[in-house]
């Protein structure tokens, strides 16, 4: 009796101990298919800032894109005989009147461009390197830098405006001291504009300082570039 007593006992416990190591394991593998789930699957408690959403206005034009052959232009005549993309017009009237309120006096000096346009002042500028003793290659190159080849000019876009002083329309870096610039330069985020060609940038655009060019990208997105100080290149590969 105590034998057959006894070999109860060692079987109880040795039940007991493989449901406990059964139960061990079902811990254990538990633990572990929680530690192989996407961190983007699970819970967290840290508060996400949504992703700024993608629009057309947001169309890489540069040295290496060009215009996209679906691109629509739809303009809006402007007073002095320039034309923009109509989406952009409102901001740029306000930002035209806001700056004029100031005792300011901003001139549209350029805007849309046709192709043939767009040719036409790169092969001007192909021609003044070329006269400096240049091949037509690095003619071509060195006028790249400074007016875009055909077809990759955000001018073409109709989402790009040159605004210059009135009584300073010299296209160099001295417009950038003038009144009306430092105010643009400041404002123009406010108003859906970048400065699209920073001086600490053209490594990156490929296209000399031009504290004149205003390119339209919204309201959303010009704030997040001029905030953070990163030209439009830099915007898209951060946040798209």
Not at 25 to 36: E, G, R, V
Not at 98 to 115: M, N, V
Not at 221 to 238: F, N, R, S, V
Request: aromatic share 12%; net charge neutral.
């Amino acid at each position: 009796m105590k034998y057959k007593l006894k070999k109860w006992c060692v079987l109880l416990l040795t039940s007991i101990g493989i449901l406990i190591f059964c139960f061990i394991i079902f811990l254990y593998m538990t633990n572990q298919n929680k530690s192989t789930v996407p961190a983007n699957n699970q819970t967290t408690q840290q508060t996400q800032l949504p992703k700024p959403k993608k629009d057309e206005l947001l169309t890489l034009v540069n040295y290496q894109n060009q215009i996209p052959d679906n691109w629509q232009v739809d303009l809006v005549q402007l007073n002095n005989g320039q034309s923009i993309d109509k989406r952009a017009y409102p901001d740029l009237q306000q930002m035209m009147d806001d700056a004029r309120a100031q005792g300011l006096s901003p001139f549209i000096c350029s805007s849309y461009r046709t192709q043939a346009k767009q040719q036409k002042l790169f092969n001007n500028e192909v021609m003044s390197y070329q006269q400096q003793s240049s091949s037509q290659e690095e003619a071509e190159e060195k006028a790249s830098f400074w007016v875009a080849r055909p077809g990759t000019s955000e001018h073409q876009m109709g989402l790009a405006v040159d605004i210059v002083a009135t009584s300073h329309q010299l296209l160099d870096e001295s417009q950038e001291k003038t009144a009306e610039q430092q105010w643009l330069i400041e404002n123009c985020y406010k108003y859906g504009f970048i400065l699209r060609y920073p001086n600490d940038k053209n490594q990156i655009t490929k296209v000399g300082y031009e504290p004149w060019h205003y390119r339209y990208v919204g309201k959303e997105h010009a704030k997040t570039i001029m905030q953070e100080g990163i030209c439009l290149e830099e915007y898209l590969d951060k946040y798209f």
